[in-house]
């Protein structure tokens, strides 16, 4: 895919990362990193060449890779923060979808562990805003993860359950990665050891916010 028209947050001779937009495929880039749900915006780092690549994938393989996700989840979730730690394989039943099994599950067989971090950063009447620190990068995890706490992202068309409440001008699943650390090579130009890059909400989501805000503070005058 063309470089034109991205929103570069750091380049180097090894490295690009780019502020992906939502409704872009992460598999249209070459020697891309890692994945992002085509309708999950945020950092996605490419790879410079094929030795690099391995490099950096390497380091999401080894858990050694930190991010950090803003979600927006249906519902009020009960803890301030927690730990969701399951199986997860793809469902036999929709093969777009992955499902979480219990390891006493004989259907569980070779699945893969999961785990994810949370935190309420805030609560709306039927939305909570969490910031998600996923420890392993499972396909769809952190979707189906809040699926399974009965808390589906909001605007989520796969995950989501019948019926489900919609904010106003969402129009995707509100996810965005805002945060990922890594070591870079040897030798690069910028400064030595790990590097951080952040992310902030794109428009889309920020106007969604800012609706939520104003509801809840109309309702807290009313009180």
Do not use: W
């Amino acid at each position: 895919m063309s470089q034109v028209n991205l929103d570069i947050l750091y380049e180097d001779h090894h490295l690009l990362v780019i502020n992906k937009p939502v409704g872009i495929n992460a598999d249209d880039f070459e020697r891309r990193v890692h994945r992002l749900d085509k309708d999950t915006s945020g950092i996605l780092l490419l790879a410079k060449n094929d030795e690099d690549l391995k490099f950096f994938q390497k380091q999401f393989k080894e858990r050694k890779v930190k991010k950090k996700y803003l979600a927006l989840v249906s519902g009020n979730l009960k803890n301030e923060k927690g730990k969701i730690e399951t199986l997860i394989g793809r469902s036999p039943k929709n093969r777009l979808k992955q499902k979480i099994y219990l390891p006493f599950e004989p259907a569980a067989l070779g699945k893969r562990t999961a785990i994810t971090e949370y935190r309420v950063l805030k609560r709306f009447k039927e939305y909570t805003l969490v910031e998600v620190e996923p420890k392993t990068g499972r396909h769809h995890q952190i979707r189906c993860h809040f699926a399974y706490l009965g808390h589906p992202l909001a605007g989520d068309k796969i995950y989501g359950f019948k019926n489900q409440p919609v904010p106003e001008g969402l129009k995707r699943h509100f996810l965005h990665a805002t945060y990922l650390k890594i070591k870079l090579p040897d030798g690069t130009p910028a400064k030595a050891g790990t590097r951080e890059f952040q992310s902030e909400l794109p428009e889309d989501l920020k106007i969604v916010l800012e609706k939520l805000n104003e509801e809840k503070e109309r309702r807290e005058k009313i009180k």
